[in-house]
């Protein structure tokens, strides 16, 4: 099983500013790699695909990158709507998630 | 517009069954693979099953492989997941999700079903 871990568990950041979260898998998924995006009893929400390609409707200001085994999800001026948990996922053998990065507001 | 609406959810004894379904709409069912994505309270998302479009290829999570069932009907457009054998780690929100092909993500989800297994 690839096993995808995700840094850090929760990130303060300021209205605004920009924040990063990262992705780590355990072996190479080359690209097939997902971002969702989770508010309190809702369903995950598909952010990034392709670990670089934004889903329909998604702002400009998420963004993706990486490759292989190291991924960057990076919120540029972040607005209110944004705070909640980030999923990762690879879909490359089989499905496995990350446990998420919760992005609080400091 | 994609649509999908878990129902069946509720409160069951361990070692017993439930029976999970998913409507959809807004699509052509039969062309795309459906998935069950499970969420335990607090804590993170777990990929449970999936099946093919034609219903002729399914997988498990080794957690649940043995127990669990996942099936569709094409005429209705309705994915379904047989719980056998809960148990009190079986808790959790079941999502249904849609697939387009082998190497995708899963979009979009329903807004889910709880299953609550007491011990």
């Known amino acids: 099983e690839i096993v995808m871990t995700q840094s850090p568990a929760t990130l303060s950041v300021s209205p605004g500013e920009s924040a990063t979260l990262s992705c780590r898998a355990s072996q190479s998924v080359s690209s097939n790699l997902a971002w969702y995006q989770q508010k309190p009893g809702q369903a995950p929400r598909l952010l990034i695909y392709?670990?670089?390609t934004r889903a329909t409707g998604i702002p400009a200001r998420f963004s993706g990158s990486g490759s292989g085994t190291e991924f960057t999800l990076t919120i540029s001026s972040l607005q209110s709507e944004d705070f909640a948990v980030y999923y990762c996922q690879q879909y490359n053998h089989w499905y496995t998630f990350g446990q998420g990065t919760k992005l609080e507001i400091k | 517009e994609v649509q999908l609406l878990e129902s069946g959810g509720g409160l069951v004894q361990s070692g017993g069954s439930l029976r999970l379904s998913c409507a959809a709409s807004g699509f052509m069912f039969n062309r795309y693979a459906m998935n069950w994505v499970r969420q335990a309270p607090g804590k993170g998302l777990e990929w449970v099953s999936s099946?093919?479009?034609?219903?002729?290829?399914?997988d498990y999570a080794d957690s649940v492989k043995g127990r669990f069932t996942i099936s569709r009907d094409n005429s209705k457009s309705v994915l379904s997941l047989q719980m056998n054998s809960l148990r009190a780690e079986d808790t959790a929100v079941y999502y249904c999700?849609?697939?387009?092909?082998?190497?995708?993500?899963?979009?979009?989800w329903g807004r889910g079903t709880l299953v609550t297994v007491s011990s």
């Open positions: 392709g670990a670089s």
């Open positions: 999700a849609k697939r387009d092909s082998s190497n995708s993500p899963f979009d979009p």
């Open positions: 099946i093919s479009g034609s219903g002729d290829y399914t």
